[in-house]
Structure formats: C-alpha cells, structure tokens
C-alpha cells in the first residue's frame, strides 16, 4: 500500500519492483509457455514490461534542450 507520504520516485521504484517479481513468476519455461498462465504471450507479464518500460522512460533526462 501506498501512502500520502511516498515522493514519486519511491512510488515509481515499488511499481519497478512489482512488475519485475511479476515478471519473474511469469518467465517463460523451457516449452515457450508461461510457467503459470500456461500460453505463449503471457499478458500479465507483457503488461509488467510496458509498467517498467513507462517507468524507466520517466526518469531519462530530456535531451531537446528544455
């Protein structure tokens, strides 16, 4: 849970954290398959990638002068 009192970058570092355990329970096994959905695109761990792919984009400082 989430407080009032978490600055943005703790909150942004817990939903890294997340997405990565659930990317962990989610790999895919030695078949290809999710070891726990049991299919090939496993879209918990595709919606874990997109979470840690916005997250880290956030922190990338601009480059276009501003």
Known sequence: MTGPFLSLAQIRNRLIL???AVL???RAGPDGRCRVCRILECRV???ARNVIDAA???SQPRTDGQ
């Open 18 to 20: 997340t997405a990565r």
């Open 24 to 26: 962990r329970d989610h």
């Open 45 to 47: 761990a595709t919606a």
């Open 56 to 58: 880290e984009g956030v």
